[in-house]
T-cell receptor, first 113, second 106 residues
Framework: NAGVTQTPKFQVLKTGQSMTLQCAQD?????MYWYRQDPGMGLRLIYY???????DKGEVPNGYNVSRLNKREFSLRLESAAPSQTSVYFC????????????FGSGTRLTVV | DQQVKQNSPSLSVQEGRISILNCDYT??????FLWYKKYPAEGPTFLIS?????DKNEDGRFTVFLNKSAKHLSLHIVPSQPGDSAVYFC?????FGAGTRLTVKP
């Protein structure tokens, strides 16, 4: 049972480069999320998708775009990477009912130089 | 403006004793509050939740208390074990606190 799979696990980008972080879940969850974790800041929501075909901005959406490709996959794109986007990125999914919590992937550690 | 606040960045307790992790929130509209646990190099894992209509929820060694008038919740771990050493986040659905690093000493 894979749960939430994120690729890649590590990435180094140069300023201005673009890349897409991939996320897939096999639990038939309706909702998917992208967070970034920075020291002392906790987890901050970038974008989320409450259901297939919908996406909404979270707390820190600037510099990112997302695509809910199908029910399983939710990708995060950095069009022009900046050093401020150096962070650990987590994808999560849920049934959409708050009491069950989210299932997180193991994260992508991104460094922008 | 952080909606969910964990004011203690770290906590150290002795094995077998109680660990109490605290969280304050500003928005009372959410139906549930949740706690997650995170080990290094792993994603957070859901630990326990509490409905906003309850004041206590218990699951084994973990108990969460909700004080609605104070907009405060706490996670109690009894007895604490070295394997509980991790970062704990509280959350109101999609918003997370900054986390508290718990260290349980043998």
């Amino acid at each position: 049972n894979a749960g939430v799979t994120q690729t890649p696990k590590f990435q180094v980008l140069k300023t201005g480069q673009s890349m897409t972080l991939q996320c897939a879940q096999d639990m038939n969850h309706n909702s998917m999320y992208w967070y970034r974790q920075d020291p002392g800041m906790g987890l901050r929501l970038i974008y989320y998708s409450a259901s297939e075909g919908t996406t909404d901005k979270g707390e820190v959406p600037n510099g990112y775009n997302v695509s809910r490709l199908n029910k399983r996959e939710f990708s995060l794109r950095l069009e022009s990477a900046a050093p401020s986007q150096t962070s650990v990125y987590f994808c999560a999914s849920s049934y959409g009912q708050a009491s069950y919590g989210y299932t997180f992937g193991s994260g992508t550690r991104l460094t922008v130089v | 403006d952080q909606q969910v606040k964990q004011n203690s960045p770290s906590l150290s307790v002795q094995e077998g004793r109680i660990s109490i992790l605290n969280c304050d929130y500003t928005n009372s509209m959410f139906d549930y509050f949740l706690w997650y646990k995170k080990y290094p190099a792993e994603g957070p894992t859901f630990l326990i939740s509490i409905s906003s209509i309850k004041d206590k929820n218990e699951d084994g060694r973990f108990t969460v208390f909700l004080n609605k008038s104070a907009k405060h919740l706490s996670l109690h771990i009894v007895p604490s074990q070295p394997g509980d050493s991790a970062v704990y986040f509280c959350a109101d659905d999609m918003r997370f606190g900054a986390g508290t690093r718990l260290t349980v000493k043998p």
